[in-house]
């Protein structure tokens, strides 16, 4: 199965931005039926940012981050990209990439951490001052 690696986390200062990327690696990622951005507070459950059809580029976002975070994919290098500006200290957490190969039926986009089946190891983004 694919192998995904984020990268990109770091400190912060509230209001600045920060680009994470999720590389795969043994299977390109259009095998695979969306990919997902996940993140995971201290205390608190792992929720979805954002996501991407492989299919044909459809995107969620949570209310939360609505307006400031992007998804993107380059499939030339296999990676799928978060890019997060006007960042708040509530955005601090653990942010993980995950792919799922599940097919869903009318433009369905996945939002759930169960829904997804293939995990980077998280990579982490501080916003304080």
């Known amino acids: 199965q694919v192998q995904l690696v984020e990268s990109g986390g770091g400190l912060v200062q509230p209001g600045g931005s920060l680009t994470l990327s999720c590389a795969a690696s043994?299977?390109?990622?259009?095998?695979?039926?969306?990919i997902g951005w996940f993140r995971q507070a201290p205390g608190k459950g792992r929720e979805g940012v954002s996501c991407?059809?492989?299919?044909?580029?459809?995107?969620y976002y949570a209310d939360s981050v609505k307006g400031r975070f992007t998804i993107s994919k380059d499939n030339a290098r296999n990676t799928i990209y978060l890019q997060m500006n006007d960042l708040a200290p509530e955005d601090t957490a653990v942010y993980y990439c995950?792919?799922?190969?599940?097919?869903?039926?009318?433009?369905?986009?996945?939002?759930?951490?169960?829904?997804?089946?293939?995990w980077g190891q998280g990579t982490q983004v501080t916003v304080s001052s």
């Open positions: 995950a792919a799922t190969s599940t097919e869903y039926s009318g433009n369905y986009l996945p939002t759930f951490p169960y829904q997804y089946d293939v």
């Open positions: 043994r299977f390109t990622l259009d095998y695979y039926y969306a």
């Open positions: 991407i059809s492989e299919d044909d580029g459809s995107t």
